[in-house]
């Protein structure tokens, strides 16, 4: 047998397949599609700025990725395992922990790894346009390296404790969050008169990040908290496979053996939750059955709730730090860290929304529950209509606390000790507004485009990704070339730039309702039962028929849609 036989035979499969090719093509011509855009923003700057605003967003992009690839890629990846019941048959043989840890993390980071190497390059371009140096570029590739590994290891290990997809992804979420948070608390301590925040601040990748895009002149000792930070990122990322592969191998022990009276408590405690809901949801059953379904077998779990008051308690915080006069200038910046973590909450809320809109559905279409509630007579209208109530009824707390948080820095503006003039305050005013009305379009998106990506695709994992990138990955490419005149300082452009990424977003939002709007509303029963749906004819069709209806009666749509 060979050395970690589960890794020689995913990299042999990997190495057959040639989809890695297709994976590093399309990756690196979307690095370069990246860059092109990036380079052609009209503004007027030096090559030396252009090179260095362009390194330090392309940079950020591709790291901005490693971090979240633990959740795009392996934090289903032992779960996938565990619910299609083939753990146990790996168990059977002669493998041990780590032979499936490592394993399922060669198989699963793959792609992750081939589309960084394949946008690397990309970031040696500017070098040639001078003000960026090759220690620069290989302090970043090294970085972003290591932030990868820790992702992939951390997901990997969420997978392998947690119960459900919806879990582990919290689970990683909260671990790369803590991480990335240890930066900025690392930041007050080092403001703080005798305080040592890069102590606290090593054990953060954004710090790491940030320490390896400084020349080492800057500072001498910046090259050395870099090595620190790096070498502590590699460590952890080992200790979460490590751990991982412990677990594993005490699964091994107990599936070999039986499993005992303790999951039969399990079982009926779960029992027992289900009962008490569908005593006090009773009026609900009646009304809209699938919606029922979906709220008591699949509740909010009790990490998203842990996650998300922490995050309303960081951002209070920071809300009420600026009305401190002890911090002086530093008020500013707790008013910049509340509007940031304003944004951590909506796209925590957006991720939490994307996997219950595809996790349930994809796991009826998988388990044949889906086929059952069409053949006992819960047609289209009522799955869909259901599925949409319930994330809806679910995700209402959180929502209607993020939107009113999202007053708070508004009314903080208005009050003195912030050194705010009046084009700031319409800025902070239009952001915050239009960051409003887009977390509910994208929540309602995402609500449609999940339900359409778990008929489509062949786990919830899978599902999840589509959805949650076709919704969200339009808005933050064109949010780039605004942060390029940011940069720059080309502010004489900037509204021009705000106001096309506002259309693209909008335009972005459109084309995934409707397409999605067509695949539910044509093809529901065809994507339920794995057959193929041209979504392009049908689109045509719908065009046609909704012109002639508004010559015809002047009526655009349905009452469902």
């Known amino acids: 047998m060979f050395f970690l036989p589960v890794?020689?035979?995913?990299?042999?499969?990997?190495?057959?397949?040639?989809?890695?090719?297709?994976?590093?093509?399309l990756a690196a011509l979307a690095g370069l599609a990246l860059f092109a855009v990036l380079l052609a923003t009209p503004i007027h700057a030096q090559p030396q700025t252009l090179a260095t605003v362009l390194f330090q967003i392309m940079g950020a992009v591709v790291f901005g990725y490693a971090m979240i690839a633990g959740i795009l890629h392996t934090?289903?990846?032992?779960?996938?395992?565990?619910?299609?019941?083939?753990?146990?048959?790996?168990?059977l043989t002669d493998l041990r922990g780590y032979d499936v840890v490592l394993g399922k993390l060669a198989s699963n980071s793959m792609r992750a790894a081939h589309g960084v190497l394949a946008v690397v390059p990309f970031l040696a371009v500017p070098i040639v346009f001078g003000g960026v140096s090759g220690a620069q570029f290989g302090r970043l590739v090294a970085t972003i390296a290591a932030t990868l590994f820790l992702s992939l290891s951390i997901g990997l290990f969420w997978s392998v404790v947690a119960p459900d997809f919806?879990?582990?992804?919290?689970?990683?979420?909260?671990?790369?969050?803590v991480l990335s948070a240890s930066y900025a608390v690392g930041w007050v301590r080092w403001r703080t008169p005798g305080g040592a925040g890069w102590a606290l601040q090593q054990f953060s990748p954004?710090?790491?990040?940030?320490?390896?895009?400084a020349d080492s002149f800057q500072d001498p000792a910046m090259r050395l908290w870099w090595g620190r930070s790096v070498g502590w990122l590699w460590t952890m990322g080992a200790t979460a496979l490590g751990v991982s592969s412990i677990v594993v191998g005490r699964w091994r022990e107990r599936v070999v053996r039986s499993p005992g009276v303790a999951a039969d408590a399990v079982r009926a405690k779960a029992r027992g939750m289900v009962g008490y809901r569908q005593y006090h949801w009773a009026a609900l059953l009646a009304r809209q059955p699938y919606a029922w379904f979906q709220r008591v077998v699949r509740p909010l779990p009790a990490s998203f709730h842990l996650v998300f008051w922490m995050l309303v308690a960081a951002d209070l915080a920071t809300f009420?730090?600026?009305?401190?006069?002890?911090?002086?200038?530093?008020?500013?910046?707790?008013?910049?860290?509340n509007c940031g973590l304003l944004w951590t909450l909506h796209q925590f809320v957006k991720v939490s929304v994307a996997l219950g809109a595809t996790r349930g559905m994809s796991e009826d279409r998988q388990s044949g529950a889906l086929e059952l509630l069409v053949v006992s007579g819960q047609g289209r209208d009522e799955i869909i209509r259901g599925h949409?109530?319930?994330?809806?009824?679910?995700?209402?707390?959180?929502?209607g606390v993020v939107l009113g948080l999202q007053v708070m820095p508004v009314v903080r503006m208005g009050f003195p000790g912030l050194q705010a003039d009046l084009f700031s305050f319409f800025l902070y005013v239009v952001a915050l507004c239009v960051g409003a009305a887009f977390l509910l379009f994208d929540i309602d998106t995402l609500i449609r485009a999940?339900?359409?990506?778990?008929?489509?695709?062949?786990?919830?994992?899978?599902?999840?990704?589509?959805?949650?990138?076709?919704?969200?990955?339009?808005?933050?490419?064109?949010?780039?070339?605004c942060v390029v005149v940011v940069m720059t300082g080309a502010f004489g452009v900037l509204l021009f730039w705000i106001a096309a990424w506002l259309g693209l977003c909008a335009y972005g939002l459109y084309r995934v309702n409707k397409r999605s709007r067509i695949d539910l509303e044509h093809g529901f029963l065809h994507l339920a039962a794995g057959l193929k749906f041209d979504t392009n004819d049908w689109e045509l069709r719908d065009d046609f028929r909704r012109a002639a209806m508004v010559d015809v009666r002047g009526n655009r749509g349905s009452g469902l849609w």
Request: aromatic share 10%.
């Open 7 to 25: 890794v020689h035979r995913e990299l042999l499969v990997i190495a057959r397949s040639g989809a890695m090719g297709a994976v590093r093509f």
């Open 206 to 213: 954004v710090a790491a990040f940030r320490w390896a895009r």
């Open 388 to 399: 949409r109530a319930a994330i809806w009824t679910q995700y209402a707390l959180p929502v």
């Open 166 to 177: 919806r879990t582990a992804v919290f689970g990683t979420l909260l671990v790369l969050g």
């Open 75 to 91: 934090a289903d990846a032992v779960g996938s395992e565990k619910r299609d019941g083939t753990l146990g048959l790996l168990f």
């Open 320 to 337: 009420v730090a600026s009305f401190s006069p002890g911090l002086g200038t530093g008020r500013d910046f707790a008013l910049v860290a």
């Open 450 to 481: 999940g339900l359409r990506h778990a008929l489509l695709e062949k786990g919830p994992l899978e599902a999840f990704r589509a959805a949650y990138l076709r919704v969200m990955a339009p808005g933050w490419i064109g949010l780039l070339p």
